[in-house]
């Protein structure tokens, strides 16, 4: 029944396993594990074991059995810090989203984040319609929005947010966005159309066949009338409903200049349509009401698939003011009351906890700490404050509690203006020409000129028949394979690339993605691993290495700081009786009459002013004292990913120009450029900087490929022609990518690559196929020689032949 | 032959009672969410059956 084979953690520590729930890599020495099924499961994380120990709790393990995609890992830190939900049970608060109907049930909307595929809808409607007083819990996969009805007197809403926290998705008020509610009137409509088109084409065939068919066996004038009057009008009803937003879309580009696909589309239908009404109503000619309805259908199917395959809005509710806490703890009255963020107000008193995230951009007035700003400029080190500092919105303070005064409103932070700037990005986004749009241009130019010349001639040879030739041409050169050529081939390639672990997202990622000529990489977190781990220990006493390295460990262990992360997962089994910690300094500990110091030059020096400097390697250095002994000096370095340097070497290969983008301004950036090759290098740049950086290559013809994760790289992403956003990038980044990947491996994003190319490649071939067969059938039905029939068998042969030639890409993978 | 008369446009009738039931399933909001529901057919069957098994 498993579909993934169980192993024990316990009995093979040597291998690397996956987790169970989250599908990273569960480091060495953790022991987590979960029985599911009767078989243990290994985790990663506190987090991924609490949310799986819930699931299996409830009996719903079969959900692993079905989700075809990891979840994303929990952050146990939130799933604690839950109590604030209960915000949401105040009629002010919850006013947006919830409505109450005259019976007195509730009717919420509700954002997920962190829905990967069908199985987590149907986890979290199990989960919620089990709880009393819940009447219906429906989750909406595409737009990842749940609807749920409660009755208010059995179960508040903040019990509701927390039941779907404790699955391990990220839950929110449903806000309407205007995008989003246009892309999804877009698609209703796109629906409709398909419909009608696709019910008025069974009935246009039927009699179609009968008219063929009497073509060639005979039929009286008065059926074959009939049946034409009766196709007439059902083919009308298709053309100006179904066919409409093709004669729209071509009028509005045409008076802006441009030839686009549906131009050659609106000519096909609307001449073949007025051609078949003519020779309705005279009684004489041809009528091509099967060609018209069908190639409308067509169209519509793969401009429907092609929507489905480029628009993943999934994500596009995310801006960067969700970062921040729904709840702060305000003083008021001499009090600390916890209060709903948006009733902040400049001046007011905010305490912000060990672990927390700053609400708001404030000025420091109690406390000493450090702050992580690692997702707004790349920096690997935290900033240490004390009263008088400034603290921005949306970093997250490590060490200590803190009192800080807010300066302003959510607007006047400088996370506000980062969100400025990705509105600012995606608005200046170069175009993208596409390739069918480039193609059609020349394909118009051409059938209209063989057109006319078609009619001239045989006004010359036969002026009886010259307007019925010429109609045939145009309709035989209808683009059907041509306008199907791309849709196809981009459905293939998406979900092929989904399969792959690669969400495709932007609209002309994987068009844009095949020809660019750069591809720029940020630093922290996307070729590094943006943890810190331990690689050089130089010894400055007697002790042995494994003496010392117990040592820091059990020191480090009472330390927050992300350098002390990599001493933590060492194995130790000294216990200090007493540590102090030292905010933006080190560790003082007690142990058997000895004072023991961890941390910077400085600190230690105190009372041991014999440790030498620092070596010169570019790592971040840490002493170790005993009393006035120096101990050893430990370089760490934020290790590359394993993958990074066969990811480079390939994009060189490739001739693509690899180059480093990032805010970090220390030594690191050139350190690491050099260790991957990497022959341009910008370091200490701004997310305003990193987005002119960009703008300028793009103003000298370079196509960027932009790969990050962090929060200062989402306007970047943004501008950039084509994105990637890697696992455990921030949420902001994820809006703006193109392409997120759902797997650590950097390598997908040369997979990744290789398809784009492979999917322009077999775009080429299908457009090379469809004009081809145009351009053969052009000649024969100039000369005369193709019957109505005829035609409808080619165009429908020819359009089969490009979709089966696009499911190449999806089997490839 | 002269039954065509009556035929059609029965066949006309059938073909607008189906695009009206469709153009209401897709207003109803039946048709928003296509890849859940093509899970779901699969899974919620089989739930179900192994729910009335341990009920017995």
Redesign the interface.
């Known amino acids: 029944m498993q579909t993934t084979t169980s192993t024990t953690p316990s009995s093979s520590p040597d291998e690397t396993l996956a987790c169970y729930h989250c599908g990273e890599e569960v480091p060495d020495g953790v022991n987590y594990s979960v029985a599911i099924r009767g078989n243990q499961q290994p985790m990663c994380c506190p987090g991924c074991r609490a949310v799986a120990q819930l699931i299996a709790g409830s009996g719903l393990e079969?959900f692993y059995q079905?989700r075809t995609a990891y979840n994303e890992r929990p952050n146990l830190s939130e799933l604690e810090s839950s109590h604030h939900y209960s915000l949401y049970d105040d009629p002010e608060v919850n006013r947006g989203f919830t409505q109450q109907d005259e019976h007195g049930t509730f009717h919420s909307r509700l954002l997920i984040g962190g829905i990967s595929?069908?199985?987590c809808?149907?986890l979290i409607e199990q989960t919620l319609n089990r709880i009393e007083g819940i009447e219906a819990a429906v989750?909406?996969?595409?737009?990842s929005r749940l609807d749920v009805s409660f009755n208010p007197e059995k179960v508040t809403l903040g019990k509701i947010f927390e039941r779907v926290d404790e699955l391990g998705y990220k839950t929110r008020p449903y806000q309407t966005h205007a995008l989003r509610e246009q892309i999804?009137a877009e698609s209703?409509a796109g629906?409709?159309q398909l419909?009608?088109a696709g019910?008025?084409m069974?009935?246009v065939g039927?009699f179609a066949i009968a008219l063929h068919a009497g073509d060639l066996q005979g039929m009286?004038l008065e059926?074959q009338s009939?049946l034409r009057w009766?196709s007439l009008?059902?083919a009308s009803f298709v053309v100006f409903y179904s066919a409409r937003s093709f004669f729209s879309s071509a009028w509005r580009h045409l008076k802006a200049g441009a030839l686009v696909m549906d131009l050659p589309v609106s000519m096909a239908i609307g001449i073949a349509w007025i051609a078949s009404l003519w020779a309705t109503a005279t009684g004489d000619g041809q009528v091509y009401f099967d060609s018209v309805v069908m190639f409308t259908f067509f169209l519509l199917l793969g401009r429907f698939l092609e929507r489905?395959a480029r628009q993943n809005d999934s994500q596009a509710w995310f801006d960067a003011e969700s970062a921040l806490p729904t709840a702060v703890t305000v003083q008021r009255n001499q009090q600390w009351v916890e209060v709903a963020r948006h009733q902040l107000s400049p001046g007011d008193t905010v305490l912000v906890t060990q672990g927390e995230t700053v609400p708001v951009d404030a000025l420091v007035v109690k406390g000493d700490s450090s702050i992580d700003e690692s997702t707004f400029n790349g920096e690997h080190l935290p900033r240490s404050v004390k009263p008088g500092d400034t603290v921005y919105a949306g970093t997250v303070n490590i060490e200590g509690p803190l009192e800080v005064t807010a300066l302003g409103t959510y607007v006047d932070t400088r996370l506000a203006a980062l969100q400025r700037s990705v509105e600012f990005a995606q608005t200046e986004k170069p175009p993208m020409a596409r390739l069918a749009d480039r193609i059609a241009s020349r394909f118009i130019a051409l059938v209209l000129l063989v057109t006319a010349a078609t009619a001239t001639a045989w006004l010359f040879v036969d002026p009886s028949r010259a307007l019925w030739i010429s109609l045939s041409v145009l309709v035989i050169s209808c683009p059907c394979a041509l306008a199907l050529a791309t849709p196809a081939a981009l459905t293939g390639a998406a979900s092929g690339l989904r399969r792959a672990g690669v969400i495709v997202r932007g609209e002309n990622a994987i068009e844009a993605l095949s020809h660019c000529t750069h591809m720029l990489f940020d630093k922290t977190g996307t070729l590094t691993k943006g943890e810190f781990q331990l690689t050089e220990t130089h010894l400055l006493s007697t002790a042995s290495q494994s003496e010392v390295l117990g040592l820091a460990a059990s020191l480090q262990a009472f330390s927050s700081h992300p350098l002390a992360a990599a001493f933590t997962r060492l194995e130790t089994k000294i216990t200090f009786e007493q540590a102090l910690y030292h905010v933006g300094a080190g560790l003082e500990g007690q142990m058997k009459g000895h004072s023991y110091r961890i941390g910077s030059h400085a600190f230690c020096s105190e009372t041991c002013p014999e440790l030498p400097p620092a070596p010169s390697e570019p790592h971040y250095w840490i002493a170790l004292c005993r009393d006035d002994q120096p101990l050893a000096w430990f370089g760490l370095k934020d290790s590359v990913r394993e993958e990074a340097a066969a990811v480079v070497r390939a994009a060189t290969a490739g001739r693509l120009k690899v180059e480093l983008l990032t805010g970090d301004s220390s030594t690191q950036g050139p350190a690491l450029a050099k260790e991957l090759n990497i022959a341009t290098v910008n370091v200490g740049f701004s997310p305003q900087q990193k987005m002119a950086y960009v703008q300028q290559l793009q103003r000298q013809g370079a196509v960027v490929a932009m790969v990050g994760d962090g929060l200062n790289d989402a306007p970047v992403l943004g501008i950039a022609d084509v994105s990637f956003a890697v696992a455990g990038a921030t949420e902001l980044a994820r809006t703006q990518a193109d392409f997120i990947l759902a797997g650590v491996d950097l390598g997908a994003v040369i997979r990744t690559w290789t398809t784009a190319r492979q999917c322009t490649h077999i775009i080429r071939q299908n457009l090379g196929w469809a004009l081809c067969y145009n351009l053969c059938g052009i000649p024969l039905a100039a000369l005369g020689y193709i019957p109505p029939w005829m035609a409808a068998i080619g165009m429908s042969a020819s359009s089969l032949l490009v979709v089966l030639n696009s499911l190449r890409l999806n089997r490839a993978q | 032959m002269p039954s065509l008369y009556i035929l059609i446009p029965i066949a006309l009738v059938f073909c607008v009672v189906a695009i009206k039931l469709l153009l209401w399933a897709i207003n109803n909001g039946q048709y928003d969410d296509l890849d859940k529901e093509a899970w779901r057919i699969l899974s919620d069957s089989d739930e179900k059956s192994e729910g009335k098994v341990e009920d017995e």
């Open positions: 079969s079905h595929c069908a199985a809808t149907w989750v909406n996969l595409g737009q999804q209703k629906l409709r419909a009608v019910l008025g069974m009935q039927m009286e059926y009939l009766v009008f059902v489905r």
